[in-house]
C-alpha cells in the first residue's frame, strides 16, 4: 500500500526536502503515525499536544478536505493522494 | 525608512525576518507584521496625515513596506457618504456608506490591498505575480501589474461573473479558470505556490498585502473627523478585512490618533455561505467549512483562511453577525442604488441586507452612528440582478408613440 503525501514548505525540512513523500496506512490517523516513523517529528507540527491536526492545517485526500470526509478517521487506499496545506491563505 | 521590526506568529509569538514568508515553521500559524510603534508615533500626527495626497498611501508608516510606495498611487480615499435617503428607508439616524465601489483602478477594494502586495514584492525581488481570486482581487493584480510590468498569473474558479473575466482579461494577464470552487482554487494555487518562485500576494505575500485593508478603517476613523464609529458592518469571505479594519482603529487609537474604540464589529455573509455567522451564533471557536452555493460569489469562501480571527475581532468588538438569502441580497442592492444612487456588486447586497436585518432585530440601535461597507462595484456582476429590474420601455420615433406607451 502506497499513499503519496505532498508536504507544505514549513515541514520540508523534516523530508529532506523532499515536496512529495510515499507512507502508508489505513486512514488519516494511520498516515500521521507512519509520517512520523519515517520522519521523526513531524508529527508534533502536524498535531497539537492531544494529537489532533492543529487548526491551522487543512488536510485533503485526493482534493476533498477531510472535515466534509471523516476527519483523521477518513479511510485510505493504495494510491490515495493526500495534500497538507497550511490553512492561511486566502480570501477577502 | 522602514517601520517594520519583522514578521510574528499570532499564535505562538515566534517573530520572523521580513521575508515573503506566510505561515509559522512551528505552529502554522499566520504570520503578521511586527512594527515599531513608538518609532511611527513619534512621525504620525493628524497634521502631517492631513498634509499628504488623499491615497491609501498617506498612512505610509503603517504599511509593511522599506522603501517609498511604487503602485496604487491614486487607490484609496475613497468617499465616505452620508446617507440620508438610506437613513430613512431603514428608521436610523446618522448612516454612512464607505464606497471602495469607486476605488482606483478596479473598483474594489482589493485595490488597497494590491497596491501594497505589489510594493512590497518588488521590494523582495519579484518579477511575477499570482493570485486565487474570486474576481475582484483577479482585476486588480491584472491591472496593476500590468503598470508595474510583472508577469501576472491569475487564477479563478471556472463560474465567475462575466464581468470579472472581462475585467481580468483586458489586462492581458494568463487567467487560468480553475475547475471548481474558491477553495479549490486556493488549495491548487497554496501548492503551486510550494513549486513556484512566485509573489502570490494572497498566500506568501499574504502578510504584507492582508495590511493594506487596514486603510479602509484608517480612512472612515479620519473622514469621520478621527473617531471610530459605533457600528461598522462588513462583508466576510476569508475573514480578513474585517480583522484588519479592527487592527487598524486598534493602532490609531495606540497612537493616539484617536480618543478611543467604542466600535462594535458585525460580520456579513450570504445564507449559502455563511461559516463565520455560524460560528459566530453557535459562540463556537472552530470555523466548519461549508460547500458555497450563493450569488455572492466574490464571498464565496467555504473555508475562511482568517475565520477564526474575524470570530474573535466580532466578540471582542461587542458586535454581532448576520446572514442574507439571496433573494434579500438583490432587494438590498436594489434598494442601496435607489436610495444612494450606488450601484454595489453582490457583496455590497450582502452587508446592505444585513445591516437591515441587524436594525431590525434590534442589535444595532438606531441613534448611533452606523458604517456600511460597500467593497465592490455592481457592474462586474450584472447577472445576478440583470432579470430582477424590469425592462426598458420600447416605444418608436413618435410623440404619439410615447404618450401611448410611457405617459404618466
Request: charged share 30%; hydrophobic share 40%; net charge neutral.
Amino acid at each position: 500500500m502506497s499513499i503519496t503525501v505532498r508536504v507544505p514548505t514549513p515541514l520540508q525540512k523534516l523530508t529532506q526536502n523532499q515536496g512529495e513523500v510515499k507512507v502508508s496506512g489505513a486512514n488519516i490517523k494511520e498516515l500521521i503515525e507512519d509520517l512520523e516513523k519515517k520522519f521523526p517529528g513531524i508529527k508534533g507540527r502536524i498535531c497539537d499536544e492531544k494529537g489532533k491536526v492543529r487548526r491551522f492545517i487543512n488536510i485533503y485526500v485526493n482534493e476533498e478536505d477531510i472535515r466534509f470526509l471523516q476527519m483523521d478517521d477518513t479511510p485510505l487506499k493504495d494510491g490515495d493522494e493526500v495534500s497538507i496545506i497550511p490553512a492561511i491563505a486566502g480570501g477577502r | 525608512m522602514s517601520y517594520v521590526k519583522g514578521l510574528k506568529c499570532r499564535e505562538c509569538e515566534r517573530v520572523y525576518p521580513k521575508e515573503p514568508l506566510y505561515v509559522c515553521e512551528y505552529c502554522f500559524g499566520p504570520l503578521e507584521v511586527d512594527y515599531d510603534y513608538e518609532k511611527i508615533k513619534k512621525k504620525l500626527t493628524k497634521k502631517e496625515i492631513e498634509s499628504r495626497p488623499k491615497n491609501l498611501w498617506r498612512y505610509r508608516e503603517l504599511m509593511p513596506i522599506d522603501g517609498e510606495p511604487t503602485d496604487g498611487l491614486n487607490s484609496g480615499f475613497t468617499p465616505l457618504i452620508r446617507a440620508r435617503n438610506l437613513e430613512e428607508a431603514l428608521g436610523v439616524k446618522e448612516l454612512y456608506i464607505k464606497d471602495d465601489s469607486v476605488n482606483h483602478p478596479t473598483l474594489s477594494f482589493k485595490d488597497r490591498v494590491v497596491a501594497v502586495a505589489l510594493s512590497k514584492a518588488k521590494e523582495f525581488g519579484f518579477n511575477t505575480v499570482a493570485c486565487a481570486s474570486t474576481g475582484n482581487l483577479a482585476n486588480s493584480v491584472a491591472a496593476q501589474a500590468a503598470v508595474a510590468n510583472l508577469k501576472r498569473y491569475i487564477f479563478i474558479p471556472a463560474d465567475l461573473e462575466m464581468g470579472k473575466v472581462v475585467g481580468a482579461l483586458i489586462y492581458n494577464p494568463v487567467l487560468v479558470a480553475v475547475e471548481g470552487n474558491y477553495d479549490q482554487v486556493n488549495r491548487l494555487c497554496a501548492e503551486i505556490a510550494t513549486k513556484y518562485k512566485w509573489a502570490f500576494v494572497n498566500i506568501n505575500i499574504r502578510p504584507y498585502y492582508a495590511e493594506g485593508s487596514k486603510t479602509y478603517g484608517y480612512e472612515i476613523a479620519e473622514q469621520l473627523g478621527w473617531k471610530a464609529p459605533r457600528h461598522i458592518i462588513v462583508p466576510c469571505a476569508g475573514g480578513s478585512l474585517i480583522t484588519k479594519i479592527w487592527k487598524g482603529l486598534k493602532e490609531f487609537y495606540k497612537l493616539q490618533l484617536i480618543d478611543k474604540v467604542d466600535t462594535k464589529i458585525y460580520a456579513a455573509q450570504a445564507t449559502g455561505c455563511a461559516p463565520i455567522v455560524t460560528a459566530v451564533k453557535e459562540n463556537s471557536d472552530i470555523i466548519k467549512p461549508v460547500k458555497p452555493d450563493t450569488i455572492a460569489k466574490s464571498l464565496a469562501i467555504g473555508n475562511p483562511a482568517d475565520g477564526v480571527y474575524a470570530v474573535g475581532t466580532v466578540k471582542e468588538s461587542g458586535g454581532w453577525a448576520e446572514d442574507v438569502s439571496d433573494d434579500e441580497i438583490v432587494e438590498a442592492m436594489k434598494l442601496l442604488a435607489q436610495t444612494e444612487g450606488i450601484f454595489t456588486e453582490t457583496a455590497g447586497g450582502v452587508t446592505v441586507g444585513v445591516t437591515k436585518k441587524l436594525i431590525e432585530q434590534g442589535r444595532i440601535p438606531k441613534d448611533e452612528s452606523i458604517i456600511i461597507s460597500i467593497t465592490g462595484n455592481g457592474l462586474k456582476t450584472q447577472e445576478a440582478v440583470a432579470e430582477k429590474i424590469g425592462k426598458p420601455i420600447k416605444i418608436k420615433s413618435n410623440i404619439a408613440s410615447f404618450e401611448e406607451n410611457v405617459k404618466e
